[in-house]
Nanobody, 124 residues
């Protein structure tokens, strides 16, 4: 059983930056593909970024390409999401998730473990 704990969410102005962290425990972190998702009020949970468990291949949703960077430190059991040039439409609860599927997938149902989420609010 893998436990995931996100941190780093806060209120920032548009154009600002944040770094979210997600630390895992209870499993072999390096064997999981990791993803970041977000959910805004009244909207479905959507894929943001993912990183393969091996090789470090990354994949991004179109709205965040060029602004967000996902990375992982297997020695620290942590995955990061660096977010730049933040926009009000980035406001959401951000979740990290772990998948046993080798390749990055964008559907929430393919991820087995989820964190509790961290709130990101971007003011205009």
């Amino acid at each position: 059983q893998v436990q995931l704990v996100e941190s780093g969410g806060e209120l920032v102005q548009a154009g600002g930056s944040l770094r979210l962290s997600c630390t895992a425990s209870g499993g072999t972190f390096s064997s999981y593909t990791m993803g970041w998702f977000r959910q805004a009020p009244g909207k479905e949970r959507e894929f943001v970024a993912g990183i393969r468990w091996t090789g470090g291949m990354t994949y991004y949703a179109d709205p965040v390409k060029g602004r967000f960077t996902i990375s992982r430190d297997n020695a620290k059991n942590t995955v990061y999401l660096r977010m730049l040039s933040l926009k009000p439409e980035d406001t959401a609860v951000y979740y990290c998730a772990a998948s046993r599927i080798v390749d990055v997938t964008t559907t929430p149902q393919t991820y087995t473990y989820w964190g509790q989420g961290t709130q990101v609010t971007i003011s205009s």
